[in-house]
């Protein structure tokens, strides 16, 4: 049987095919299930779980505002099950700086310059501490340049504005490495508070001078869209931070190397000072939360950073519901197709008779019945996938226009044409399939059957 032959007696079959609509739909909506939710389902639970390893989504804040924490209190928490490890905070480690001026002025970084020292720029800077480490992806990391350098996010929104994501308008950070930025105390002022005695009355706040610092950016890390205030921090090592709040207890008349008084005394003093609890991992938070305020310390409950509510829900949709839609849907497309074939064999059975009397091969008549299901599928599977493409390209661009939370839904088109390939496999197996499982029943019918009409 010539191809073209194969291909009339094919579409002619489709048409008498009661079932070839629902075999179309049901097909069509298995590959755009199948692409949609399978990547949203990797884009938010890898975002998620991503967020869990953070290390500031692991580190619970330890103060010593009711028991001092000396070497023996630190060996007695490092015991508690799961920590990881109790690091003492040495320098500043979350403070807001206003952007003064920043360095360079060629025609590539001229609009971010012009963004950085605007009246509502500011960028919030985190001083990294013990061994926590922000791999970057542009540029060189913290351990290459110590001092006075910082990495920024990947989405650097200096103007701290999340309540409009409309309005949030991203510098382009490849243009800023290399550059320095000039900062200063936010409002003029640096504000910390410190502890002198080991208890809560010990408790004050110190309001210093707002002295400048230059910072040179030397490289970008990823902007995680799952925690909160990423957009608009810079990170930089802990000897830096060490250093600007040494810096600035100097300009506020404090002479570092002596303990006449209850700042210099806390300055070199570390059981007063604050510590991080690190977790070994973030599901167990609860449980070291409680172990350690039993021990009669003051420990935070949540870590540094949070996750919001919405991407847990969105991630636990997709995986949960989203995955049993799928599972669903194929096994009803599964059930169609099969039903199909079984019920095209049963009422052709004096059709294909009539073929093997006129001598076509039993191969011959598998590929026809072969060719009939797969056009089918395979019209669905194009169909599909052109939904599914247009929704994601319409998608990510609407949230590549808004803040870095929304961002976390720009489905990767790497990983999309995986999910879209798979379907395909689907698309070509199952019709495959089901007439392989059929061929018995096929071979059976003899030329004879030629006169039956059941």
Not at 25 to 53: E, G, P, R, W
Not at 181 to 196: E, H, P, Q
Request: charge should be neutral; proline fraction near 3%; aromatic fraction near 10%.
């Amino acid at each position: 049987m010539k191809f073209k032959n194969t291909k009339f007696l094919a579409k002619a079959n489709i048409k008498g095919n009661p079932k070839s609509t629902m075999i179309t739909v049901s097909t069509c909506f298995l590959v755009i299930l199948m692409t949609l939710v399978s990547c949203y389902t990797i884009a938010t639970t890898q975002a998620v779980d991503n967020y869990k390893h953070d290390y500031r989504a692991r580190a619970l804040e330890l103060d010593p505002w009711t028991r001092t924490l000396d070497k023996k209190a630190i060996e007695e928490i490092s015991n508690v099950s799961h920590v990881q490890s109790v690091v003492e905070l040495k320098g500043l480690r979350n403070y807001y700086f206003n952007i003064t001026n920043i360095s360079g002025n060629n025609d590539k970084s001229k609009k971010a310059k012009n963004q950085l020292i605007s009246k509502e720029s500011a960028v919030d800077i985190w001083g990294l501490i013990g061994n926590e480490k922000r791999e970057v992806i542009q540029g060189q990391n913290l351990e290459e340049t110590p001092e006075f350098s910082c990495i920024i996010p990947s989405l650097f929104n200096p103007t701290g504005n999340e309540e409009d994501s409309d309005k949030v308008e991203y510098i382009d950070v490849e243009n800023l490495i290399g550059k320095t930025i000039t900062v200063k105390g936010y409002n003029d002022s640096l504000s910390f508070m410190y502890n002198y005695s080991g208890d809560e009355n010990g408790n004050k706040w110190l309001e210093l001078p707002a002295v400048e610092f230059k910072l040179k950016i030397v490289g970008v890390y990823y902007c995680a869209p799952t925690g909160f205030s990423y957009d608009d921090t810079a990170l930089v090592s802990e000897k830096t931070a060490k250093l600007i709040q040494q810096i600035s207890l100097k300009a506020g008349g404090y002479d570092l190397s002596s303990k006449d008084n209850e700042v210099t005394k806390w300055w070199n003093t570390p059981k007063l000072h604050t510590h991080y609890v690190v977790v070994d991992n973030y599901e167990n938070i609860p449980n070291v939360y409680n172990e350690i305020t039993n021990l009669g310390y003051c420990c935070s409950d949540e870590p540094e950073i949070m996750i919001s509510d919405s991407i847990t829900l969105m991630a636990n949709l997709f995986k949960n519901i989203g995955v049993l839609l799928v599972c669903v849907l194929t096994v009803f497309t599964v059930m169609v197709l099969a039903n199909s074939a079984i019920n095209s064999l049963k009422k052709r059975k004096s059709e294909f008779g009539l073929m093997k009397a006129m001598g076509y091969k039993n191969r011959q008549i598998f590929f026809c019945l072969f060719y009939e299901q797969i056009s089918l599928t395979i019209k669905a599977f194009i169909l599909g996938g052109l939904l599914s493409s247009i929704f994601i390209l319409i998608m990510n661009f609407v949230n590549s226009q808004k803040s870095y939370i929304e961002r976390l839904y720009i489905i990767d088109w790497s990983t999309y044409l995986i999910f879209l390939s798979i379907s395909l496999v689907i698309a070509v197996f199952v019709p495959l399939l089901c007439q392989v499982i059929l061929l018995r029943r096929l071979n059976k019918i003899q030329p004879k059957d030629a006169m039956n009409n059941t």
